[in-house]
């Protein structure tokens, strides 16, 4: 989008592995959000993949393989409490990012993307990893901004002078 001129905007819902601040299960999934904006010479001068959660889940997954701990702050095992084994935070739940300001975050994407588009909550989605539960069904959701038509073709200007 950001190719086209166009502020773009992304939210996917994924299964979940986060818990609310405080609690032990988990409600919504790490629901990356992204945002691309164009520069002048038609790329993208800015790209945002933000996760809800302090880490990708992922990381941890290859710590678990690796038998190798994970920083504090990481993961909570299933009773809620901060651990660095990676296989009980994998049974427990991700930590989301800026406390309770990334389960907003999540819960945001999980409204966009798997609300609005009919897709499998977090908490009815299946694994991304292995063969359980079939295809998670998750969804995604885009928008598109003409800069132009929200700042009166100030948009390039202004931009370049926020991020130089």
């Known amino acids: 989008l950001a190719q086209a001129g166009l502020m773009g905007i992304g939210f996917t819902n994924a299964p979940a592995s986060i818990a609310p601040s405080g609690g032990a299960v988990p409600v919504l999934g790490t629901n990356p959000i992204s945002i691309a904006a164009p520069g002048p ?3 993208a001068l800015v790209l945002i993949d933000q996760s809800a959660s302090t880490i990708a889940k992922s ?5 678990a393989r690796e038998g190798k701990p994970v920083p504090l702050g990481w993961v909570l095992d299933a009773e809620g409490r901060p651990t660095t084994d990676p296989d009980l935070g994998l049974k427990g739940s991700m930590v989301p ?3 309770y ?3 907003g975050i999540a819960l945001m ?4 993307a798997a609300a609005m588009t009919g897709a499998s909550l977090g ?3 299946s694994p991304f990893s292995g063969p359980v539960g079939g295809p998670p069904r998750t969804g995604q959701f885009f928008i598109a901004i003409d800069p132009g038509a ?3 073709d100030s948009f390039a200007e202004r931009f370049t002078t926020l991020v130089g």
């Open 41 to 43: 010479d038609g790329q």
């Open 150 to 152: 929200t700042s009166g």
């Open 97 to 99: 990012s800026g406390g």
């Open 123 to 125: 908490t009815e989605a």
């Open 59 to 63: 990381e941890v997954m290859k710590h």
């Open 101 to 103: 300001k990334g389960v």
């Open 109 to 112: 994407v999980e409204m966009m």
